[in-house]
T-cell receptor, first 113, second 110 residues
Framework: DTEVTQTPKHLVMGMTNKKSLKCEQHMGHRAMYWYKQKAKKPPELMFVYSYEKLSINESVPSRFSPECPNSSLLNLHLHALQPEDSALYLC????????????FGPGTRLTVL | DAKTTQPNSMESNEEEPVHLPCNHSTISGTDYIHWYRQLPSQGPEYVIHGLTSNVNNRMASLAIAEDRKSSTLILHRATLRDAAVYYCILRDVRNDKLIFGTGTRLQVFP
């Protein structure tokens, strides 16, 4: 099973709401990632977890809060977002070797009103 | 982080070979060359990767220049399902970062 699943597929939220995006993989991968992709742009790395610990934070605003409850799950908690945060949020995972390929989920399409 | 440069778009006819170029003149010795593609409304999908030697797999071939400052992704017979944005990426083995370039949008015509 080489699948990364993400829920929900679509999310609409107001600027005062709190919501969470979820990502799951059952490939035994040690690393999990969050990317943000604006329309017609390439994905931009946000966070990396390695062995359930945050290893990379690409200077992401604190209104985005990642969490890795266990080796299979990755959450992204959202609070007080701005309309410019509307984007496709992609989750990915990869195996033990740093040159290993990343497997991406289908993404969550987020709209902030 | 080393950067890649790709043409914005390319076109091909179905069943013809496609050569997608990528320049990465600032590549370092610890950078692997990865290619991913993103079909409409989907997450990126791994295509192929290599370090120094040319590589083949069931999806494509990767030709790497001797000085490693450029590479070419080769789709041997394009199909309509190959229409996508193709990203050439340098991945440093010292960290987990995958930094996407702007990509090449490939159109395939019947």
């Amino acid at each position: 099973d080489t699948e990364v699943t993400q829920t929900p597929k679509h999310l609409v939220m107001g600027m005062t709401n709190k919501k969470s995006l979820k990502c799951e993989q059952h490939m035994g991968h040690r690393a999990m990632y969050w990317y943000k992709q604006k329309a017609k742009k390439p994905p931009e790395l946000m966070f990396v977890y390695s062995y359930e610990k945050l290893s990379i934070n690409e200077s992401v605003p604190s209104r985005f809060s990642p969490e890795c409850p266990n080796s299979s799950l990755l959450n992204l908690h959202l609070h007080a977002l701005q309309p410019e945060d509307s984007a496709l949020y992609l989750c990915a995972s990869s195996g033990d070797r740093t040159e290993d390929t990343q497997y991406f989920g289908p993404g969550t399409r987020l709209t902030v009103l | 982080d080393a950067k890649t440069t790709q043409p914005n778009s390319m076109e091909s006819n179905e069943e013809e070979p496609v050569h997608l170029p990528c320049n990465h003149s600032t590549i370092s010795g610890t950078d692997y060359i990865h290619w991913y593609r993103q079909l409409p409304s989907q997450g990126p999908e791994y295509v192929i990767h290599g370090l120094t030697s040319n590589v083949n797999n069931r999806m494509a071939s990767l030709a790497i220049a001797e000085d490693r400052k450029s590479s070419t992704l080769i789709l041997h017979r394009a199909t309509l399902r190959d229409a996508a944005v193709y990203y050439c990426i340098l991945r440093d083995v010292r960290n987990d970062k995958l930094i996407f370039g702007t990509g090449t949008r490939l159109q395939v015509f019947p």
